[in-house]
């Protein structure tokens, strides 16, 4: 029966690899040594694993496999290892004097192809300070136990020769500058007190994150997975923030860990005058400023009388925001330079406030962001309250506007009914043709197209891209002056009617909505694609469908390894029906946003 420590760890094999590494050290200081043997392990760990992963891959080609794709890695949360950073390609440089520069690079190379490695493994093995001999032998030491294969991945070999030698070394280093160890019976009873069965785990002073570990141990004991928690914390010594990441990464946990003296940086930025600063400008000053802002509004609308807006009706007002908009389209860049004008205006208006020259400009202000209200509203979106509308609290203070909880419907200020965007009905299309403000129906027209263009991007994004182009295209030339209004209102009213005949494309080609979504994110209209024939295209759209059906899980979108795991899936259906090679990158990349637009709407 294996002994136990004092620190609660498992006293068995690991215990005599700390006995034989710990003899190669010589005079070198235990906390300066931790580093050198720990990355070594966690390099001898990730080389195994791929190693068997690699073989795995090989004996799978025929299913479509490929051993050097990263992703067939990732898929399986195993790291990439690039040939010069192999176990094999160390051991067999362990005797050469330049072994330090070696597992150097090697140590480069795997931050470079794993981004969440970044700025993590130890690179300081050339430094003359160790001696490269016994650097070596340490090579050849841990070379000899196996670490990172399944078997002894589910044994956790490595966590518990991680967990050994940091007991060990903590040990040999004493608590110097307040750095302690806790023991991990310690932890672990911690952990059964907080039960962290889901929602964020969060350690301000995580160390080599024991407390992270326990809680991935906790969870899997209850039936849980590893992704039904969400990892936080801070460490403020670097070198042990590296060591958690590492143990983290073994694992397979993603994390949010921090570094705490970028905190107190930031601390310290915000706080730099004297731990004081300044909060607030004087009223005052906020007063001129939008006096300032009010000039430059009034003089968009230069030549326009709205005095109805401050002595009419609700319904007088409304009717003259028609008017108020054509004014300012009519402008060069008229509506962008309203929206700026009036968004600084409101801001200083609202700091203003209730200083007696801010009442006497309210009626003012709340007419000029009515007009900005339905230049900038967003057909199709929700009625109420919306991000680019007013600030409510502005509207509570400006008395006498049109609507001061809801946002002006763009419709009624234009004097039409408000359609159903969903199918741009003839019907509408010829109301908004015979406006008499040319330029508001060019604007109109805009907004409608573009609500439609973001629907249907929730569910194709080819589609809603190419039509986006379109729309962009005329615009461009409108803005340019490069056509005529009316020109533009007919290109927007056929580019309208183009979106409504595009609901049919499924029907003729006997796919459902989300097939006729992965059928175009095969690019299609491409002559060297196009070449597999309809018929083969479609089948293929359809087996991506099922397969990313199949392999959807809540977390996909985030953790890395799932997407590698759907990217790996959409090459094997790529090449088992014989799409070009050139162009399958291209068609994985589109395939995969495209699953996560159509997973989200399955989701709703």
Partial sequence: MAKKNSNGANLGFEAELWKLADALRSNMDAAEYKHVVLGLIFLKYISDAFEEQHAKLEAERAEGADPEDPDEYQAVNVFWVPQEARWSHLRAHAKQPDIGKIIDNAMIAIERDNPSLKGVLPKDYARPALDKQRLGQLIDLIGNIGLGDRENRSKDILGRVYEYFLSQFASAEGKKGGQFYTPRCIVRTLVEMIQPYKGRVYDPCCGSGGMFVQSEKFVEAHGGRVGDISIYGQESNHTTWRLAKMNLAIRGIVDY??????????????????????????????????????????????????????????????????????????????????????????????????????????????????????????????????????????????????????????????????????????????????????????????????????????????????????????????????????????????????????????????????????????????????????????????????????????????????????????????????????????ATELVLEQAEVICREWAE
């Fill in 257 to 586: 860990l921090g570094l705490a003296d970028e905190l107190r940086h930031a601390l310290a930025t915000y706080t730099e005058s004297g731990g004081t600063g300044r909060t607030a400008i004087d009223q005052e000053e906020a007063v001129a400023l939008m006096l300032e802002k009010y000039e430059i509004c009034c003089d968009l609308f230069h030549g326009f009388d709205w005095g109805v807006w401050k002595s009419g009706a609700a319904q007088d007002r409304l009717s003259l925001l028609p008017a108020a908009q054509e004014h300012i389209l009519a402008q060069d860049d008229g509506k962008n330079r309203l929206s700026k004008a009036v968004a600084e205006l409101s801001k200083a208006f609202a700091l203003a406030v209730p200083h007696d020259r801010a009442l006497e400009i309210r009626d003012d202000v709340a007419f000029f962001q009515a007009v900005k209200s339905v230049l900038s509203k967003r057909p199709g979106a929700e009625d109420g309250r919306s991000p680019e509308e007013l600030d409510h609290a502005i509207r509570q203070i400006v008395s006498r506007a049109v609507s001061s909880d809801e946002v002006i419907d763009i419709f009624a200020a234009a004097g039409l009914k408000k359609p159903d965007i969903s199918i741009l009905s003839e019907e509408f299309l010829a109301e908004v043709r015979g406006m008499p403000q040319k330029n508001l129906a060019v604007e109109m027209l805009r907004k409608l197209l573009e609500g439609e263009i973001s629907a249907r991007s929730r569910k194709n994004i080819v589609q809603a891209r190419s039509f986006a182009q379109l729309l962009e295209e005329a615009i461009r030339k409108y803005q340019n002056r490069a056509i005529e209004t009316a020109q533009v209102i007919e290109e927007l009213l056929a580019l309208a009617k183009e979106v409504r005949e595009a609901d049919r494309r499924g029907e003729q080609l006997g796919l459902t909505d989300d097939e006729i979504a992965f059928y175009d994110a095969l690019e299609t209209n491409d002559s060297a694609v196009s070449v597999l024939g309809d018929e083969k295209l479609k089948l293929i759209a359809q087996e991506l469908v099922k397969a990313v059906r199949a392999n959807l899980t809540i977390d996909w979108a985030v953790r890395e390894s799932v997407r590698a795991k759907m990217r790996v899936i959409i090459k094997r259906i790529l090449k088992k029906y014989g799409y070009p090679p050139d162009h399958q990158a291209r």
